[in-house]
């Protein structure tokens, strides 16, 4: 684990939970902020931790996933830079309820759940901001599964490249690249289908030429193809990407 960077005012403003806090009350997150790198590949916490703490991604991607009781895993969403994760735990049962894994090198801040409730208390804004992100997670796990009750899995696919490539799609000569690795088993499990129908179906949009596997990441090539799919049946709910 190498040395993480120092951590500035600057950089805090423009973390959405601390979004709108003065001067004074950004020393006081900073006060009582901790930050870490990490390498590659690295368990940032485990599914059932109770030493929880709430994280703050400053780079780097991470897969957060989680196991049932017959041992079978699930990825449940990916952390960008700027993206919280794990504070749910803070007030819920003290306990993380994932798996957190660097998919790249990774710097984090997080905040002990008696460090971010005094903040909370004493800066009602970081509250505020909070629940604005509870309610941006919950509205897109309310799409997730109405996805899953009326679409097809093709069409799941597709919403969820989508997706991704908006979160994190960067646009070069060989068509928008996902960012971050991404194992067709994450594919199915954030389509909520089987890794052999997410295969079947990545499989035959290769062999269309719509997207290609570089390096463990995706890349899409005709992006109006997965327009198509994901819009068949009911277009409304599709944003078109910038």
């Known amino acids: 684990m190498s040395k993480a960077p120092p951590l500035s005012r600057q950089t805090l403003s423009n973390l959405e939970l601390f979004r709108g806090l003065p ?3 950004l020393d006081d997150v900073l006060a009582s902020a901790t930050t870490r790198s990490f390498a ?3 368990r940032v916490f485990n599914q059932g ?3 929880v703490r709430a994280h703050v991604l400053l780079n780097g991607w991470i897969r957060i996933s989680q196991s049932g009781s017959d041992g079978a895993q699930i990825v449940v969403r990916f952390i960008g830079p700027g993206d919280i ?4 735990s803070l007030f819920t049962d003290r306990r993380y309820p994932a798996d957190a894994d660097t998919l790249t090198e990774a710097t984090e801040v997080s905040w002990s759940d008696r460090a971010l409730l005094d903040l909370m208390n004493n800066h009602p804004q970081i509250a505020i901001n909070a629940v604005r992100i509870v309610g941006q997670r919950l509205q897109e796990a309310q799409h997730r599964v109405r996805e899953l009750a ?3 899995a093709e069409r799941r696919v597709a919403h969820a490249l989508l997706r991704l490539l908006r979160q994190v799609g960067t646009m070069t000569s060989r068509g928008i690249v996902i960012r971050f690795p991404l194992r067709r088993r994450d594919v199915a499990d954030i389509a909520g289908t089987t890794l052999y129908s997410a295969s079947r179906i990545l499989s035959a949009w290769e062999r269309a030429g719509w997207l290609k596997t570089l390096d463990r990441r995706i890349a899409v090539e005709s992006l109006s193809e997965l327009m198509r799919i994901a819009e068949d049946e009911s277009g409304s709910d599709i944003t078109p990407l910038p």
């Open 23 to 25: 001067t004074a009350a």
């Open 40 to 42: 590659r590949d690295f």
């Open 85 to 88: 994760f794990g504070a749910i």
């Open 150 to 152: 009326t679409q097809r």
């Open 49 to 51: 931790e109770t030493r």
